[in-house]
Nanobody, 121 residues
Framework: QVQLVESGGGLVQAGNSLRLACAAS????????MGWFRQAPGKEREFVAA????????DYADSVKGRFTISRDNAANQVYLQMNSLKPEDTAVYYC??????????????WGQGTQVTVSS
């Protein structure tokens, strides 16, 4: 079993930045593809970004390309989401997720409890 704990959410003004972190435990971290998803009020959960097991490849939703960066520190069992140029439409609960590698696509088996990000205009 994998445990995921997110941190770093909060309230920011549009145009500013925020960095989310997710700590993983319970399984060899380098065996896991890591991803970030988000769910806005009244909407379905959507993919934001994912990163390969060694961090050499990343994928992003079109809506965040060029603004968000996913990274991971395998020595620390952490994955991060750097969010720049935030917009009000980025407001959502952000979830960290994990799945066995190597594919970034497919069902994510493990989920954190989420952290709220609110972007004011």
């Amino acid at each position: 079993q994998v445990q995921l704990v997110e941190s770093g959410g909060g309230l920011v003004q549009a145009g500013n930045s925020l960095r989310l972190a997710c700590a993983a435990s319970g399984r060899e971290f380098t065996s896991l593809v890591m991803g970030w998803f988000r769910q806005a009020p009244g909407k379905e959960r959507e993919f934001v970004a994912a990163i390969s097991r060694r961090g050499g490849f990343a994928d992003y939703a079109d809506s965040v390309k060029g603004r968000f960066t996913i990274s991971r520190d395998n020595a620390a069992n952490q994955v991060y989401l750097q969010m720049n140029s935030l917009k009000p439409e980025d407001t959502a609960v952000y979830y960290c997720a994990a799945r066995p590698g190597p594919s970034l696509q497919g069902v994510y088996d493990y989920w954190g409890q989420g952290t709220q990000v609110t972007v004011s205009s």
